[in-house]
C-alpha cells in the first residue's frame, strides 16, 4: 500500500493488496489521489501464491473468500490429511477501505465519525482511540463525567461482544440452548443502548471532548437494574456451562495458542489472557478513569477454546461490576469541553482497551488543523496470526470454534 519493500523478508507476497492498483500505483501514499481509487470490481487474484505442502495423501481445501452469513470475506486454505489440518493460511482485505486516506483532509470531528465506522462492534473503542490521540495532541482536559461516562460506554460494548461470542462458539458446537440464552440476553443488553445512549451499538456517542449523551438519575437505575438482573442469569448459566459435558468435549484442548506462541506473535487480548500473559491497559496504562479503580484482570493458562470462553466470561462479570462502580461514583459536572484548534501541526497517540484487545490510534493534524496522517492499529491483525498458529494438528470441524 505504501511501496516499502523490506529486504531479506521471508514472506514479500502481497497480502491485503490484491489486484485493485498497478504495480506502480501505492494508494495510501500521499500523492495518491483519493477521486483515482478505483470503484469497479476487482479482478479475481487466482495466482496469489499459496503455500503448498506435497506429499501422499494431501489435500488443498480452499474456504471463501465470499462465506455464508454476514460474515465478511476473507479466504482460508487449508493443508490437510483426512481431516487432520497441516498448514492454514488466510488471506484478507477483500473489502480493503482505505480509511487511513479517506481520513487525510478531514475535520477533526470527521475524523471521530470515521474512527467509529473502522470496526462495527467496536465503534465506541475506536472513537475513543481517536479522540483520545486528539485530546493528548492538545492536552485537552475532559471533564470526569464525561471520562466516567465513556468508560461506561465502552464496558458495555466489552458485554454485548463477548455475549455473542460465547453464544457464537456454543451454536457452532451445537450447543443451541446456550446459544438462545446467551442471545437474548446480548438483544435485551442492545434494547437498553438504544433506550438510554440512542443507539443499539452506541456509536458517535463518544464525542472530541466528551461525550454526546448525559445519564440522569432514571438512565443511571434503569442500567443498575439491568446488571443485577444479568448477574443472577449469568449466575445460574456458568453452572449449567461448566456441567456440560458435550461442550467440554469439544473446545477442551482444542485450538491451543502457547504462551511462547501468543509472546512470539504479540497477541492481545482475551486470546493473550487465556495463553497466560496478564496484559490490559485498563490495568498496566490506567488511563482515566481506570485509575481510579481496581481493575481484575482474569488469565488462564492452558490456551485452548475453553480457557478463551472462560476469560471471555470472566471479562463480563468484571465488566458488569466496574459499570456499577462507575455509575455508583459518577461525578458530577460537564459532559464535554470544546476542542480548541492548535493552528499548528501537532500529533498524538490513543491506547484504549477494546473488547478485543488493545487499540492503539495515531494522529497528526496540519497547520490547517485538518487530519495529515490517521493510523488505527486494531488488535484483530495479532489475532489473525495466532489462528493460523493454533488450528495446526486440529481437525477442519473444529475450525469455527
Given at each position: 500500500?505504501?511501496g516499502?519493500?523490506?529486504?531479506?523478508h521471508?514472506?514479500?507476497?502481497?497480502?491485503?493488496r490484491?489486484?485493485?492498483?498497478?504495480?506502480?500505483?501505492?494508494?495510501?501514499?500521499?500523492?495518491?489521489?483519493?477521486?483515482?481509487?478505483?470503484?469497479?470490481?476487482?479482478?479475481?487474484?487466482?495466482?496469489?501464491?499459496?503455500?503448498?505442502?506435497?506429499?501422499?495423501?494431501?489435500?488443498?481445501?480452499?474456504?471463501?473468500?465470499?462465506?455464508?452469513?454476514?460474515?465478511?470475506?476473507?479466504?482460508?486454505?487449508?493443508?490437510?490429511?483426512?481431516?487432520?489440518?497441516?498448514?492454514?493460511?488466510?488471506?484478507?482485505?477483500?473489502?480493503h477501505?482505505?480509511?487511513?486516506?479517506?481520513?487525510?483532509?478531514?475535520?477533526?470531528?470527521?475524523?471521530?465519525?470515521?474512527?467509529?465506522?473502522?470496526?462495527?462492534?467496536?465503534?465506541?473503542?475506536?472513537?475513543?482511540?481517536?479522540?483520545?490521540?486528539?485530546?493528548?495532541?492538545?492536552?485537552?482536559?475532559?471533564?470526569?463525567?464525561?471520562?466516567?461516562?465513556?468508560?461506561?460506554?465502552?464496558?458495555?460494548?466489552?458485554?454485548?461482544?463477548?455475549?455473542?461470542?460465547?453464544?457464537?462458539v456454543?451454536?457452532?458446537?451445537?450447543?443451541?440452548?446456550?446459544?438462545?440464552?446467551?442471545?437474548?440476553?446480548?438483544?435485551?443488553?442492545?434494547?437498553?443502548?438504544?433506550?438510554?445512549?440512542?443507539?443499539?451499538?452506541?456509536?458517535?456517542?463518544?464525542?472530541?471532548?466528551?461525550?454526546?449523551?448525559?445519564?440522569?438519575s432514571?438512565?443511571?437505575?434503569?442500567?443498575?437494574?439491568?446488571?443485577?438482573?444479568?448477574?443472577?442469569?449469568?449466575?445460574?448459566?456458568?453452572?449449567?456451562?461448566?456441567?456440560?459435558f458435550?461442550?467440554?468435549?469439544?473446545?477442551?484442548?482444542?485450538?491451543?495458542?502457547?504462551?511462547?506462541?501468543?509472546?512470539?506473535?504479540?497477541?492481545?487480548?482475551?486470546?493473550?489472557?487465556?495463553?497466560?500473559h496478564?496484559?490490559?491497559?485498563?490495568?498496566?496504562?490506567?488511563?482515566?478513569?481506570?485509575?481510579?479503580?481496581?481493575?481484575?484482570?482474569?488469565?488462564?493458562?492452558?490456551?485452548?477454546?475453553?480457557?478463551?470462553?472462560?476469560?471471555?466470561?470472566?471479562?463480563?462479570?468484571?465488566?458488569?461490576?466496574?459499570?456499577?462502580q462507575?455509575?455508583?461514583?459518577?461525578?458530577?459536572?460537564?459532559?464535554?469541553t470544546?476542542?480548541?484548534?492548535?493552528?499548528?501541526?501537532?500529533?498524538?497517540?490513543?491506547?484504549?482497551?477494546?473488547?478485543?484487545?488493545?487499540?492503539?490510534?495515531?494522529?497528526?493534524?496540519?497547520?490547517?488543523?485538518?487530519?495529515?496522517?490517521?493510523?488505527?492499529?486494531?488488535?484483530?491483525?495479532?489475532?489473525?496470526?495466532?489462528?493460523?498458529?493454533?488450528?495446526?494438528?486440529?481437525?477442519?470441524?473444529?475450525?469455527?470454534?
Open positions: 500500500m505504501f516499502i519493500n523490506f529486504s531479506n521471508p514472506d514479500n507476497r502481497r497480502w491485503t490484491h489486484l485493485a492498483w498497478g504495480a506502480d500505483q501505492f494508494p495510501l501514499r500521499k500523492n495518491f489521489p483519493v477521486e483515482s481509487l478505483m470503484t469497479t470490481p476487482t479482478p479475481p487474484d487466482s495466482n496469489y501464491p499459496f503455500t503448498q505442502i506435497i506429499g501422499s495423501g494431501v489435500c488443498e481445501v480452499p474456504v471463501g473468500p465470499v462465506h455464508a452469513g454476514i460474515i465478511e470475506p476473507g479466504h482460508f486454505r487449508f493443508q490437510i490429511t483426512g481431516e487432520d489440518i497441516l498448514k492454514l493460511e488466510i488471506r484478507l482485505g477483500y473489502t477501505k482505505g480509511i487511513e486516506k479517506i481520513a487525510e483532509g478531514r475535520e477533526v470531528n470527521s475524523l471521530i465519525k470515521l474512527a467509529g465506522r473502522v470496526s462495527g462492534d467496536s465503534t465506541a473503542a475506536h472513537a475513543w482511540a481517536a479522540c483520545a490521540a486528539l485530546e493528548n495532541a492538545i492536552n485537552l482536559e475532559i471533564p470526569n463525567r464525561a471520562l466516567y461516562i465513556r468508560a461506561i460506554i465502552c464496558e458495555r460494548e466489552r458485554i454485548a461482544n463477548h455475549l455473542g461470542d460465547f453464544a457464537s456454543c451454536n457452532d458446537v451445537a450447543y443451541t440452548f446456550a446459544y438462545y440464552q446467551l442471545m437474548r440476553l446480548k438483544e435485551l443488553w442492545l434494547r437498553i443502548n438504544a433506550q438510554i445512549f440512542g443507539h443499539r451499538f452506541m456509536m458517535d456517542c463518544i464525542t472530541l471532548g466528551g461525550v454526546t449523551t448525559d445519564l440522569n432514571e438512565n443511571c437505575q434503569a442500567l443498575h437494574k439491568q446488571i443485577s438482573d444479568f448477574k443472577l442469569e449469568l449466575d445460574e448459566l456458568i453452572v449449567i456451562f461448566e456441567a456440560h458435550g461442550l467440554h468435549n469439544r473446545i477442551k484442548t482444542t485450538g491451543i495458542l502457547t504462551a511462547e506462541q501468543a509472546a512470539s506473535l504479540g497477541v492481545l487480548g482475551y486470546v493473550g489472557r487465556a495463553s497466560g496478564k496484559f490490559d491497559l485498563r490495568h498496566d496504562v490506567a488511563y482515566p478513569p481506570y485509575d481510579k479503580f481496581k481493575i481484575h484482570v482474569p488469565v488462564f493458562n492452558t490456551g485452548d477454546v475453553l480457557a478463551r470462553l472462560r476469560v471471555r466470561f470472566q471479562e463480563i462479570l468484571v465488566a458488569l461490576d466496574l459499570i456499577d462507575l455509575l455508583n461514583t459518577l461525578p458530577s459536572g460537564a459532559i464535554h470544546p476542542w480548541v484548534a492548535p493552528n499548528k501541526v501537532v500529533e498524538g497517540i490513543g491506547l484504549i482497551e477494546g473488547w478485543r484487545g488493545e487499540i492503539i490510534t495515531f494522529v497528526r493534524l496540519g497547520d490547517d488543523n485538518l487530519v495529515e496522517r490517521y493510523f488505527p492499529r486494531d488488535p484483530s491483525w495479532f489475532s489473525w496470526q495466532a489462528l493460523e498458529q493454533l488450528i495446526q494438528n486440529n481437525i477442519v470441524p473444529e475450525f469455527p470454534v
